[in-house]
Structures are given as structure tokens and as C-alpha cells.
């Protein structure tokens, strides 16, 4: 695979995964009380918009982190799933610190929210797992010289 369609493959496999990641936020910050399975259905038409807006929110805090953990499994070749599954903790976990206040006074976060962190990392966690079920697994795959099948030698005796 050459390497333009590498690229193609790792931003369509970040897109993905950046909407998988943004679903899980929404629907587990905005909609806790889902798991109780007593309440009506919920407006389509609300979700979709919740769904675009978490998939941009994800993405847009996620896209740095990411392409450093991209950058690193693809340049040492990296393709275990829990090198990917790692990763998007780390990502999950630095988009949410990311948007925490630092007091630099005490070099503390203030106001983190455990439920919310945990809900982050493990919308990093399954984002890493799909991205690795579309693109990490052939991670520096394209660096590699195509081997082709021998040919039968035309000169020998059948």
C-alpha cells in the first residue's frame, strides 16, 4: 500500500473511531438515566444532532493526542491491540484534562468530575480499539517491499 493510501485509511479510521468516542460521551453524560430502560424513546432526530456534535467535540480535542499515537504505532511498526487500546486511554484522558482548569498555585486540577473521567477513557479506549480494527493493524505495513509470488521457470521440464 502506497503511502497516500495509508493516509486515506488512518484519517477515515480516526473519523470513525472519533464518532464511536463521541456517541459513548453523549449518550453516557447527557443521557445517564437510559440505563434504567424504564423511559420512552428518545427524539431520533435530538440524537443525531447530539451524535454530529459529539463526533466534532471528540474529534477536535482528540486529533493532536491521536496523531501522536499514530505517528509513534506506525513509525515502530506497532500493531497489538493493547498498544492501541493504551493509546486511547491516553487520549481519552488528555482531552479531558484538557478541559479541566489547572490551579499552577497548588499544581492541581480543579473540579474533575471521576464519573466524567471515566466516561472519557473509555470513549478512548473503545476509539483506539476501532481505529486498531481499521488501520492499526496493518500499522507500517506500507513501508515494507511488496513481495511478489515466485514465478514457474519457463526454461524447466515438465
Not at 435530538?46 to 509513534?72: H, K, R, Y
Not at 486511554?89 to 480543579?110: E, H, N, Q, S
Amino acid at each position: 500500500m502506497s503511502l497516500i493510501g495509508r493516509i486515506i485509511v488512518i484519517l477515515f479510521a480516526f473519523c470513525v473511531a472519533s464518532m464511536v468516542g463521541g456517541t459513548i460521551i453523549i449518550f453516557s453524560i447527557l443521557f445517564p438515566e437510559l440505563s434504567a430502560m424504564d423511559t420512552g424513546i428518545v427524539n431520533p432526530d435530538a440524537i443525531n444532532v447530539l451524535i454530529g456534535f459529539g463526533f466534532i467535540f471528540f474529534s477536535g480535542f482528540a486529533l493532536i493526542p491521536a496523531l501522536i499515537v499514530v505517528v509513534i504505532t506506525e513509525t515502530f511498526n506497532i500493531r497489538a491491540v493493547l498498544a492501541y487500546a493504551l493509546g486511547g486511554a491516553v487520549v481519552g484522558l488528555a482531552c479531558y484534562l484538557g478541559l479541566i482548569p489547572y490551579d499552577t498555585t497548588t499544581m492541581t486540577f480543579d473540579g474533575i468530575v471521576r464519573r466524567h473521567l471515566e466516561v472519557m477513557t473509555g470513549a478512548g479506549i473503545i476509539a483506539g480499539l476501532i481505529y486498531w480494527v481499521i488501520a492499526g493493524r496493518n500499522a507500517g505495513r506500507w513501508k515494507q517491499p511488496r513481495r511478489l509470488p515466485p514465478q514457474p521457470d519457463a526454461t524447466a521440464k515438465p
